[in-house]
C-alpha cells in the first residue's frame, strides 16, 4: 500500500499569519508544505522569495516543497536552497539547461522535483527522471490558487505511473492545482502518492484544516 503525503499550499493562507498557518498545517498533519514562488514573469502572479522562507523555517521542521515557478531559475537554485528549501521543483519550460540546474540543486544536497505544465509533455523530462526525487504534474495552468481541476491531466499521471513501474523508478508522483473532494481518488488512483491542495485545505468544512487532510489521506 503506498504512502500518500499531503504537501499543503500557503499560497492559500493567510498571508499575514503565515508563520502561524505553517504551525497549524504541522499540527493538522501536513507531510511537507508546498511554498509556491512566484515572479511574475513565468506565470502572472507575484509571490514570496527566499527572505520569507528563511523567516518561515523556524515555525516548522516539516520538509519545504518549493516549487519556483520563477524564469531565469538557475542562478536563483542557491538562493533557495539557502534559505531552507528541502526538495526544489523547477519547470523545464524555465531551464536553459535541465541538467545543469538539476545538477546545481544536487550541489546543495537538496531533492530535485521537475514539475510540467498541463500542456508540456512527458517526453520533455523523459531522460532525467532517472536522476530526479519527484515529478510533479500540474493539474492547472500555475499561478493562482482555486482554479479547476484539469482532468486530461488523469491521463498523464496514469502514463508517468507507467513509465516508472516499467523503469522501476523511485520517483515521487506529485498533483497541483484543483484538487478537491470528488477528485482526489481519481489523482491517486491514476499513480500519484503526494497531493498538492491549497483552497480545499484551508477552505472546506469551515477551515478544519485536520479534517481536510485526514479526509485527502483516505482513499
Ligand atoms: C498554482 C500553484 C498551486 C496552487 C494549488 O500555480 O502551483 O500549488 O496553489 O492551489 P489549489 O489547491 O487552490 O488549486
Ligand atoms: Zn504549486
Same mark, same amino acid.
Do not use: Q, Y
Given at each position: 500500500?503506498?504512502?500518500?503525503?499531503?504537501?499543503?499550499?500557503?499560497l492559500s493562507a493567510d498571508f499575514s499569519q503565515l508563520g502561524k498557518e505553517i504551525k497549524k498545517l504541522e499540527v493538522g498533519?501536513?507531510?511537507? /508544505? =508546498?511554498?509556491?514562488?512566484?515572479?511574475g514573469h513565468f506565470v502572472?502572479?507575484?509571490? *514570496?522569495?527566499p527572505p520569507?522562507? #528563511?523567516?518561515?523555517?523556524k515555525y516548522t521542521s516539516l520538509p519545504f516543497d518549493v516549487h519556483l515557478m520563477i524564469n531565469p531559475v538557475h542562478k536563483y537554485i542557491k538562493d533557495y536552497a539557502n534559505s531552507g528549501a528541502d526538495?526544489?521543483? /523547477? =519547470?523545464?519550460?524555465?531551464?536553459?539547461s535541465v541538467?545543469?540546474?538539476?545538477?546545481? *540543486?544536487?550541489?546543495?544536497?537538496? #531533492?530535485?522535483?521537475?514539475s510540467l505544465n498541463p500542456d508540456t509533455e512527458i517526453g520533455v523530462i523523459k531522460d532525467y527522471l532517472g536522476e530526479i526525487d519527484m515529478v510533479l504534474i500540474m493539474s492547472v495552468f500555475p499561478g493562482f490558487g482555486g482554479q479547476k481541476f484539469i482532468n486530461d491531466v488523469l491521463e498523464k499521471i496514469r502514463n508517468l505511473s507507467l513509465i516508472k513501474k516499467n523503469l522501476n523508478l523511485k520517483f515521487d508522483i506529485e498533483v497541483d492545482g484543483g484538487?478537491?473532494?470528488s477528485n482526489f481518488k481519481d489523482v491517486l488512483n491514476a499513480g500519484a502518492n503526494i497531493l498538492v491542495s491549497g483552497t480545499t485545505i484551508f477552505k472546506e468544512n469551515n477551515g478544519d484544516i485536520k479534517?481536510?487532510?485526514?479526509?485527502l489521506k483516505s482513499i
Open positions: 500500500m503506498k504512502k500518500i503525503k499531503i504537501s499543503p499550499s500557503i498533519g501536513a507531510d511537507m /508544505i =508546498h511554498v509556491d514562488v512566484m515572479d502572472p502572479n507575484l509571490t *514570496i522569495g520569507v522562507i #528563511k523567516a518561515l523555517r526538495i526544489i521543483t /523547477i =519547470h523545464p519550460e524555465s531551464c536553459e541538467s545543469d540546474s538539476i545538477s546545481e *540543486i544536487k550541489k546543495f544536497k537538496k #531533492k530535485v522535483g521537475l484538487i478537491n473532494f479534517k481536510n487532510i485526514d479526509f
